[in-house]
Nanobody, 124 residues
Framework: QVQLVESGGGLVQAGGSLRLSCAASGRSFSRYAMGWFRQAPGKERESVAGISWSGGSTSYRDSVKGRFTISRDNAKNTVYLQMNSLKPEDTAVYYC?????????????????WGQGTQVTVSS
């Protein structure tokens, strides 16, 4: 398994911005599609955004389209999630993981265990 560490979360007011980072240690993930997921209290984990191995194709859940942007830098073994115009309903713990290329919105089994994630809290 590759080990992933999420960072960049914090407390922000509605309308603010944050940029999350997902850094991998060990083997490079440059050949894998990657995704961001989130889990709010009392709710199941849900997919947020995905990006192909080359970065040429991205996808987003409807509620974040136009506000969030996923990107990657394979040379740095890092995936990013730029979050703008944040809303209170975006409050959750955000995780990254490999993304299945065959099943939409599904984490790639065996790629990495779910890590600690990074907390995003949007007030107001």
């Amino acid at each position: 398994q590759v080990q992933l560490v999420e960072s960049g979360g914090g407390l922000v007011q509605a309308g603010g911005s944050l940029r999350l980072s997902c850094a991998a240690s060990g083997r490079s993930f440059s050949r894998y599609a990657m995704g961001w997921f989130r889990q709010a209290p009392g709710k199941e984990r849900e997919s947020v955004a995905g990006i192909s191995w080359s970065g040429g194709s991205t996808s987003y859940r409807d509620s974040v389209k136009g506000r969030f942007t996923i990107s990657r830098d394979n040379a740095k073994n890092t995936v990013y999630l730029q979050m703008n115009s944040l809303k209170p309903e975006d409050t959750a713990v955000y995780y990254c993981n490999g993304l299945s290329s065959h099943i939409a919105t599904m984490a790639l089994p065996g790629f990495s265990d779910w890590g600690q994630g990074t907390q995003v809290t949007v007030s107001s």
